[in-house]
């Protein structure tokens, strides 16, 4: 008997315990598309599903898996970007495939194996119109074999292989499929859900997840969807796609991530209508709004937000609006990172800046003292990026792109949320001669962490030594693993990590159950942080490239630094400089803000005049602020040297003054002496010349008495002579 799709379509049953990430609603689309996959594939004919993205070509083909019976039946996922080669595509069937018997390969005896080729129509197109990994596929589905090409070419007969294959319509980095390959598929166009079914799965979702909370809260589920479906239609018809804003594609992943944000209250904070459509507002705000890339856009996103809000809930519209709106489940994070408390997490309302600055102030001082210190200004912009990145990577799976210029805060902002969530960290280091085969070692040491707990993999422009390494990163996040990655000893090493938690959970210990559950907790464990730049086409050219760059995360966009941002980044950068008189610190401050912010102005009219670009950051900000506290010391320092100099003169001036002033008084005291002794000798003088004259005359007439004597000796001898004659 002929029925309706509508009238079979199973009952939707919320998840227990709750996993948005398993999350299904069945409609009248879903139920078609899943009968006719599973019909063609019981038949043994490939499956190729066409749909624009956010059709459920995925969702649809991982529920088939899901429903199929693990002991006869083994998944393998594909997903291809222009990177992929016909290497990886074969490395990827012969890593889940064993040698049976002979050259007959296949899995494991009794096993179909179900290969799930996504993005099929990426893959480069070569100098000679091919694309190598579909000519390999369309050799293999077509004969059944591959020629080993590591060992003389001989021939691998594959046995019990069926094929699925998913993409999207040429276009955007899309490639038309060889038509050899499209006529061995059952072809299936999956169409986009209408607005009615959109609504349905929402409010279902929402609906369910409400029936605990109070009457006040559960009973809005259906308006909150149809604000929600009204404001995703209008901006996919404001905010079109173009070369400059690439990444404005909307589609249902980001409604899902919507509804997944506000799936992730609970009672005790979302309490009223009020809590529940301010916490609406805020995802909207996070999944649509952090992407724009300007403020004419974010002011048609808030009008419009604002104009939902207004018409439905006119009575508490300016509370439900009222900003910042942060939401976090870090309130308690710096009492369990200090005291090891016991932290619920509840996810709700932060309130004001002050309040998330005093919690993160706490925190950013706990992890200085862990580990190596950051000079990290909290202003308002950076707690804003702060709560956003925390937000994403306490979802399971959850994983963010953020896009903006050098010295944003990117990084460090990532390491302080992965702190204060209490993750481990782990980003590549680069060294001389790095390649693929270290990337993919440490993307193996990587693995090994996610085994033991929640880690954030930190992966920014700077790290793509090669174009490969985005590759990887493009499966692991549309995958959660790197095709071929471990060898067989190393996957049992790995399993053995979780092997007392998976027998916890009743899995039969086999290797593939235990590598099915490894699978699953290292995706649940992992989150991926993109740190990308804007500038140029890089960007907009890799995420083309590699779509799950876009798809599988969510992408905040850093703007400029307000003025306010720069004046409190260099005040307190400059409150350890002593030397600056207090006077001074504003205007200082205020100058450096002048300086850089003038300097983009002229950048961006050197932009429109000629074409050409001149890019400051925040980065160039940062060093000239270095610039000045070093040419601020230099200078202080030669400054003190020629001070120092010259005290040294002035000293030697002053001891000297003292000196000449001390003898100069010993001279007086002497000079008086010597006077009176100069009186002396002058008395003393005359009494010898009145002597000398005295002497003189005596003198005088004692030789007049000699010349007497003299005279009278010769007469006296004349006379003696005489009288002896006589």
Not at 130 to 159: G, H
Not at 311 to 339: I, K, T
Not at 413 to 438: D, H, I, M, Q, W
């Amino acid at each position: 008997r002929w029925v309706l799709w509508q009238d079979i379509v199973p009952k939707y049953v919320q998840p227990a315990p709750f996993e948005y990430s398993k999350v299904i609603v069945p409609t009248s689309d879903s139920t078609l598309y899943a009968y006719l996959l599973k019909s063609v594939v019981i038949s043994g004919r490939p499956v190729l599903m066409v749909g624009l993205p956010g059709t459920a070509k995925t969702v649809t083909v991982q529920h088939y898996f899901n429903s199929l019976n693990e002991d006869k039946s083994v998944s393998l996922t594909i997903n291809m970007s222009s990177r992929t080669s016909g290497v990886d595509v074969r490395t990827s069937i012969e890593d889940s495939t064993d040698k049976r018997s002979g050259k007959i390969y296949g899995p494991a005896m009794g096993k179909q194996l179900y290969c799930f080729i996504d993005d099929l129509n990426m893959p480069f197109v070569d100098t000679y119109g091919t694309q190598q990994p579909i000519a390999l596929l369309l050799f293999l589905i077509s004969r059944n074999f591959m020629y080993d090409y590591k060992k003389d070419l001989d021939v691998r007969t594959y046995r019990d292989m069926n094929y699925i294959g998913a993409m999207g319509p040429p276009g955007g980095g899309r490639n038309p499929v060889d038509p050899r390959l499209v006529q061995k598929f059952s072809v299936f166009n999956m169409t986009p859900p209408t607005e009615m079914v959109l609504g349905n799965i929402f409010e279902a979702i929402l609906k369910a997840y409400l029936e605990p909370f109070g009457s006040g809260v559960k009973d809005e589920a259906k308006k909150l969807t149809k604000m929600t479906l009204d404001l995703y239609t209008t901006l996919m018809e404001k905010l079109p796609a173009t070369p400059s804003k690439f990444h404005y594609i909307f589609n249902l992943r980001d409604l899902g991530r919507v509804y997944q944000g506000i799936c992730q209250t609970t009672e005790d904070k979302c309490v009223d209508r009020k809590s529940l459509v301010r916490l609406w507002k805020h995802e909207i705000d996070r999944v649509f709004g952090d992407r724009l890339i300007s403020d004419e856009d974010l002011k048609l996103l808030d009008g419009l937000v604002a104009k939902l809000v207004k018409n439905a809930y006119g009575q508490f519209a300016d509370s439900v609006l009222q900003q910042p709106c942060l939401f976090g489940d870090f309130e308690l994070a710096a009492q369990r990172l200090v005291e090891d408390a016991e932290d619920p997490r509840l996810y709700g309302d932060m309130g004001t800046f002050v309040n998330v600055r005093g919690i993160f102030d706490e925190i950013l001082e706990l992890y200085n003292a862990e580990k190596k210190p950051m000079t990290l200004v909290l202003f308002e912009m950076a707690l804003t990026h702060l709560t956003r990145i925390h937000r994403l990577i306490r979802m399971p799976g959850g994983h963010a792109m953020l896009v903006g210029v050098g010295g944003s805060g990117k990084q460090s902002l990532s390491k302080l949320a992965t702190f204060s969530c209490g993750y481990s960290f782990f980003e590549v280091s680069l060294t001389r001669g790095y390649g693929e085969t270290e990337f993919r070692e440490d993307l193996k040491e990587l693995f090994k962490m996610l085994a033991t707990g929640p880690t954030s993999f930190l992966f920014t422009d700077a790290h793509v030594a090669e174009e490969s390494f985005l590759e990887n990163v493009n499966n692991i996040l549309s995958t959660g693993m790197v095709p071929a990655l471990f060898a067989s000893d190393e996957k049992d090493a790995l399993c053995s990590l979780i092997r007392e938690e998976a027998s916890k959970k009743g899995i039969i210990e086999t290797p593939d159950n235990l590598w099915k559950y490894f699978l699953g907790v290292a995706k649940n464990n992992l989150h991926v942080i993109l740190a990308m730049s804007p500038s140029g086409e890089t960007l907009r050219v890799r995420c083309r490239n590699f779509p799950g760059l876009v798809s599988s995360t969510t992408i905040d966009w850093f703007f400029k630094w307000p003025d306010e941002a720069l004046k409190k980044v260099s005040e307190f950068f400059l409150q350890d400089e002593s030397s600056i008189p207090n006077q001074f610190r504003d205007p200082i401050s205020s100058h450096m803000v002048l300086a850089h912010t003038s300097v983009m102005e002229k950048a961006e009219k050197y932009k429109e005049e000629l074409r050409r670009y001149y890019y400051v950051t925040p980065k160039n900000y940062l060093d000239f602020i270095a610039n000045y506290r070093q040419l601020l010391r230099s200078n202080f320092k030669k400054s003190d040297l020629s001070i120092r100099r010259l005290g040294g003169g002035l000293a030697k001036l002053e001891d000297a003054a003292t000196a000449v002033d001390r003898m100069s008084a010993e001279l007086a005291a002497a000079k008086k002496i010597v006077d009176a002794k100069t009186v002396d000798v002058k008395a003393l003088i005359l009494n010898i010349e009145e002597s000398t004259k005295v002497a003189n005359e005596n003198q005088i007439i004692a030789d007049a008495k000699s010349k007497d004597l003299a005279a009278q000796a010769i007469v006296i001898a004349v006379e003696k002579e005489k009288a002896e004659e006589a």
